[in-house]
């Protein structure tokens, strides 16, 4: 771990992007917190005004402040695409172990069923179980697990590639030649060393997620008013012709896709220099 995080640092890319993503996340933290701004208040004497000492990116068509809301919708934005990410996480990293580890026909099988999943229209996947789900409870985790059920393949993909290169391992041998059960060495010899590739893996989604979160809001399938998501207000502001507005949100995941990227690029180089993107093959 001490090696890897020696080969982050000397990645000027991804720490340079470690501090800029830290100075978002920071943002869209504290400001809710430390504004006077109330970004719930409706205001119609101050509807759709510009920039102001009192309002720093002016107002929204309810008259409530955009710097705030802003701040407070890249938060909820971005809880929901980690909540989803750790989703994907475990169902990648356990689908990914046990086709790895079976090995065989059961890889196999398991195999071309991802293939298919990854044939699958996923967006419209995702736009309809929000549909139909988010009638029935909450939308916050109707949005989690939906985001997690289209998303996890590439992961388990990546993880499984892992495993199988770890089977090959002079270690794993002289574990199973002392007769150590498949279970035992994929708990003690395999799962462990596969962290740093999942790592990767799930940082490498976490734009997506973050992307495809806001675009599903920006239809209206999100949280609703007077909740505030990135989507929901670039939204509104496109209805409202509000541009403005959606250069805010778009400056926003921009900066948030862009780092993330970035720090993913670091994190492969880190944990596997090899290129973890050949275990796609």
């Known amino acids: 771990m001490i090696v890897a995080l020696q080969r982050f640092a000397g990645t000027r890319a991804a720490v340079v992007s470690v501090v800029v993503l830290a100075a978002l996340v920071a943002f869209c933290m504290l400001v809710p917190i430390l504004s006077s701004q109330d970004p719930y208040a409706v205001d119609f004497a101050a509807q759709g005004k510009g920039p102001s000492d009192d309002h720093w990116l002016g107002t929204d068509f309810f008259g409530r402040d955009v710097f705030v809301r802003v701040a407070l919708g890249g938060r909820a934005s971005m809880l929901i695409a980690v909540t989803a990410l750790v989703l994907v996480g475990v169902m990648g990293a356990a689908y990914g172990s046990i086709a790895g580890l079976a090995g065989g026909r059961v890889d196999e099988v398991m195999m071309r069923a991802l293939d298919g999943m990854f044939a699958l229209p996923r967006f419209a996947i995702l736009v309809s179980i929000v549909a139909v789900l988010g009638k029935h409870g909450s939308t916050f985790w109707t949005l989690v697990v939906s985001l997690a059920v289209v ?82 207000i670039a939204w509104l502001g496109m209805d409202d012709g509000q541009l403005s507005h959606v250069a805010y949100v778009s400056l926003g995941l921009t900066i948030f896709a862009v780092t993330a990227n970035f720090i993913a690029d670091g994190l492969q180089q880190a944990f596997d220099p090899r290129g973890s993107r050949a275990l796609l093959d």
């Open 151 to 232: 998303n996890w393949m590439m992961t388990a993909r990546l993880v499984r590639g892992e495993v199988l290169r770890l089977k090959q391992s002079d270690y794993v041998r002289a574990a199973r030649a002392l007769g150590a059960r498949r279970l035992h060495v994929g708990v003690r010899h395999i799962g462990p060393n596969t962290i740093g590739i999942l790592i990767v893996a799930v940082f490498l989604e976490l734009p997506g997620l973050v992307l495809t979160e806001s675009l599903v809001s920006a239809l209206g399938l999100g949280p609703s008013h007077p909740s505030a998501t990135w989507g929901n």
